[in-house]
T-cell receptor, first 117, second 116 residues
Framework: GAVVSQHPSWVICKSGTSVKIECRSLDFQATTMFWYRQFPKQSLMLMATSNEGSKATYEQGVEKDKFLINHASLTLSTLTVTSAHPEDSSFYIC?????????????FGPGTRLLVL | AQKITQTQPGMFVQEKEAVTLDCTYDTSDPSYGLFWYKQPSSGEMIFLIYQGSYDQQNATEGRYSLNFQKARKSANLVISASQLGDSAMYFCAMREGRNNFNKFYFGSGTKLNVKP
């Protein structure tokens, strides 16, 4: 199946700093990338959808100026948490769908755990 | 209204027994897909099984089967012969339409504990 990598897997930062999370498709072209946030013992919450070469579409309630998403190439999408605060501590996961045959799953990255002190 | 509802926050099952994890969905789109994922403590999302709204037969993948009852809008996951390694969070998800690029709606998850 398709492989999506995510970097870093763990990050601890001080409050007020910015953190960039990279999501790469290793063996396919990811025209679309979904970014999720997951708090402990909760479900995945879709934050935004990025499409290569265009602006991301944010879900209601997600601050676009705080969570900057860039999808500059067909293999790389980045999420930057700007001026991070402790409440931004969470598990961030990216995923990308494949076209073609109906019914294919999204391919998820392994996730990034962010802890803001 | 919730698109995906999982009413069992936690479940226990004895090793080697079967277990059913419940999932109901809500959509007015005649075309949709239903997915189940396993999330162990490491956090990775592991795809288990898929059921399309037009599929006549219930999906099966090894020890996993999906009990699809379209009229009741339910898509329960059945795990046969539970193993200790099955202990994890399980999420039901739905994608509306026939476009693989449509977003997913996830349920709140069920934490399964398999007892030795």
């Amino acid at each position: 199946g398709a492989v999506v990598s995510q970097h870093p897997s763990w990050v601890i930062c001080k409050s007020g700093t910015s953190v960039k999370i990279e999501c790469r498709s290793l063996d396919f072209q990811a025209t679309t990338m979904f970014w999720y946030r997951q708090f402990p013992k909760q479900s995945l919450m879709l934050m935004a959808t990025s499409n290569e070469g265009s602006k991301a579409t944010y879900e209601q309630g997600v601050e676009k100026d705080k969570f900057l998403i860039n999808h500059a190439s067909l293999t790389l999408s980045t999420l930057t948490v700007t001026s991070a605060h402790p409440e931004d501590s969470s598990f961030y996961i990216c995923s990308s769908p494949l076209g073609g045959e109906i019914g294919k799953t999204q391919y998820f990255g392994p996730g990034t755990r962010l802890l803001v002190l | 209204a919730q698109k995906i509802t999982q009413t069992q926050p936690g479940m226990f099952v004895q090793e080697k027994e079967a277990v059913t994890l419940d999932c109901t969905y809500d959509t007015s789109d005649p075309s949709y897909g239903l997915f189940w994922y396993k999330q162990p403590s490491s956090g990775e999302m592991i795809f288990l099984i898929y059921q399309g709204s037009y599929d006549q037969q219930n999906a099966t993948e090894g020890r996993y089967s999906l009990n699809f009852q379209k009229a009741r809008k339910s898509a329960n996951l059945v795990i046969s012969a539970s193993q200790l390694g099955d202990s994890a969070m399980y999420f039901c998800a739905m994608r509306e339409g026939r476009n693989n690029f449509n977003k997913f709606y996830f349920g709140s998850g069920t934490k399964l504990n398999v007892k030795p």
